[in-house]
């Protein structure tokens, strides 16, 4: 009876560890979004040199990296609370 009680308890706190780390990922990618939107807003609005472009290039590029690794790391947190499945998982 123990070791199912601190079973469920585990897989509670993982949960609730699981759905806190969804909705950082989820405000964190909204943010990164806002961040692209303002760089191609700059990129179109300004008249800049061919240096300058290449900078905000190179910026949007590995923001949109970025943004594609969140989704993924939300899309796998997701599916694994979705299954019923929720861990925590340790980063070192």
């Known amino acids: 009876m123990r070791q199912s ?3 469920t308890r585990r897989h509670n706190v993982a949960k609730r560890s699981m759905t806190k780390e ?3 990922l989820a405000s964190l990618i909204a ?3 806002e961040s692209l ?3 191609l807003k700059e990129r179109t ?3 800049l040199t061919g240096a300058e472009m290449g900078l905000l290039d190179e910026r949007r590029n590995n ?3 970025t943004i594609a690794a969140l989704d993924d790391r939300l899309s796998a947190v ?3 609370i979705d ?3 929720p861990h925590v998982i340790r980063v070192h």
Do not use: H, M, P, V
């Open 45 to 47: 609005s300004a008249k």
């Open 5 to 7: 009680q601190a079973e």
């Open 63 to 65: 923001l949109l990296l």
């Open 78 to 80: 997701q599916g694994l």
């Open 22 to 24: 969804a909705k950082q």
């Open 31 to 33: 943010g990164l979004r």
């Open 83 to 85: 299954l019923g499945r």
């Open 37 to 39: 939107d303002g760089i």
